[in-house]
């Protein structure tokens, strides 16, 4: 991981999926379940990275978590504006998590 790549992601990305990520579940939850998870792991993340310094941390299991609730961050068919958004920011923490 990066420190600089993902301290970016965090500052630039982070406050909106705070915002998203329950609008997604509450909107969309009933036709995609997957989204109170996503809005739950996302949360987590948050909180450890909020609570720590996040290079003491290992998001590596919530991140996977994510990949696969997600397929990999596939938006679907019925899939909004926000909710591609969403997934973006999302793959984008993970890559640079992981860069």
Do not use: W
């Amino acid at each position: 991981m990066t420190k600089t790549s993902f301290t970016k992601t965090i500052n630039d990305d982070f406050p909106l999926l705070e915002k998203y990520t329950p609008i997604l579940a509450r909107v969309h939850g009933d036709g995609h379940p997957e989204l109170a998870e996503v809005r739950d792991i996302f949360k987590a993340i948050n909180d450890k990275v909020k609570q720590n310094d996040f290079s003491q941390i290992d998001l590596s299991a919530d991140f996977k978590q994510l990949r696969i609730i997600t397929n990999d961050y596939t938006v679907p068919s019925d899939g909004c504006e926000t909710y591609k958004a969403t997934y973006e920011m999302l793959a984008r923490a993970d890559q640079a998590y992981h860069d």
